[in-house]
């Protein structure tokens, strides 16, 4: 949750555009939240990790871990090729 001071700062429209998305609280473990994931209810989490996806879908869950790659801290992403 971010702090009223960020909510000031960031100013009415952001606060507008947050609440749009219909932000949930799980206060699971990540298996659990894993098991959430693959029953639908939500698409993903930050909170999981690849083992928890892999341990799920041996057990038959209907997910997968997208490979992403790792970026250095403060590393540009809005290059384009020409």
């Known amino acids: ?8 700062a960031k100013g009415e429209e952001f606060v507008k555009k947050l609440r749009e998305q219909q932000i949930k ?17 939500i698409a993903a989490s930050p909170a999981i990790f690849e ?5 799920a879908a041996s057990k038959g869950a209907a997910l997968e871990w997208p490979a992403v790659q790792a970026l250095a801290p403060g590393a540009r992403t809005d290059y384009r090729e020409v």
Request: glycine letters at 4%.
């Open 25 to 41: 609280l799980y206060s699971i473990d990540a298996p659990a939240l894993v098991n959430v994931i693959a029953s639908g209810e």
């Open 51 to 55: 083992s928890h996806t892999v341990l």
């Open 1 to 8: 949750m971010l702090p009223r001071a960020n909510f000031k």
